[in-house]
């Protein structure tokens, strides 16, 4: 019996929104791919991962879960779903249960970006003060998409979303990749989110993986073919075998 193709859902980073998987989203088009770019709320991994989880419920059919950066966090604690076919990681890391971006970070060399990320406070919950973070604008380009032209990275710098701070001490109570095939993208001259968490991460879960080595953390923009490629691929070989855990 033939199966059934899954619609990719695409979810987005910090610092950014869902209009950065434009070129990604046309290029799976047209290799006759469902897709829904989410727009991730960015308030904090259990916030997020359960409005994700609530999306993916309901999308009638298989699905296949791609996270950029941060959004690779928030796919590991949605993608348990049962509909979910497999996860694809895009310039993002792998987080264990209990492992957050802080704790994980901290065994490696950090990224350039880090020190440079702008805090600010907003008010959360009516009353509650809480800080997010952005990346500021003549940081952009160097630190984040060195690989694209520089008014396109200007627009970027324009439009990004900020991101609750708390995001990096939050923490997954559930790794979808222990249960789920994995795929990871790693971006070899990253310096928001260093090559080697991403390697790590992905090299921990067993995932397929394929490395861009000049490739920046914009990837998903500077290089829309190869991303949607490398999704159409996992989409692929996901919708032709079950979802089985695979050795740890």
Same mark, same amino acid.
């Given at each position: ?44 991994? $259990?916030?997020?991962? +359960?409005?994700? !989880?609530? #999306?993916? &419920?309901? /999308?009638?059919? @298989? %699905? ?81 998409? $060195?690989?694209?032209? +520089?008014?396109? !990275?200007? #627009?970027? &710098?324009? /439009?990004?979303? @900020? %991101? ?85």
């Amino acid at each position: 019996m033939p199966s059934t193709r899954p619609t990719v859902v695409l979810v987005h980073g910090g610092c950014s929104d869902a209009t950065t998987w434009f070129g990604v989203v046309a290029e799976l088009h047209c290799r006759a791919l469902t897709v829904l770019a989410v727009a991730n709320p960015l308030r904090g991994l $259990a916030h997020d991962a +359960a409005y994700l !989880a609530d #999306v993916v &419920a309901g /999308i009638d059919g @298989p %699905v296949v879960l791609v996270g950029h950066s941060y959004g690779g966090a928030v796919i590991t604690e949605a993608g348990a779903a049962p509909n979910v076919l497999a996860l694809v990681y895009v310039a993002a890391y792998l987080p264990d249960v209990g492992e957050s971006h802080e704790t994980l970070a901290g065994r490696f060399a950090p990224a350039p970006l880090i020190p440079r990320l702008r805090r600010t406070g907003f008010t959360s919950g009516g009353t509650e003060r809480a800080t997010e973070l952005s990346v500021p604008a003549d940081c952009f380009r160097p630190l984040v998409a $060195a690989d694209l032209d +520089a008014e396109v !990275a200007q #627009v970027l &710098a324009a /439009i990004q979303r @900020p %991101v609750a701070e708390r995001v990096v001490t939050d923490a997954p109570t559930v790794a979808a990749w222990r249960a789920k095939p994995s795929w990871a993208l790693v971006t070899g001259a990253d310096q928001a989110l260093a090559p080697a968490v991403q390697r790590f991460t992905a090299e921990r879960a067993g995932a397929t993986v394929l490395e861009l080595p000049d490739a920046s953390h914009a990837v998903a923009v500077s290089r829309p073919s190869a991303v949607a490629e490398f999704i159409h691929e996992a989409a692929g070989s996901a919708s032709v075998r079950p979802a089985a855990a695979s050795p740890r």
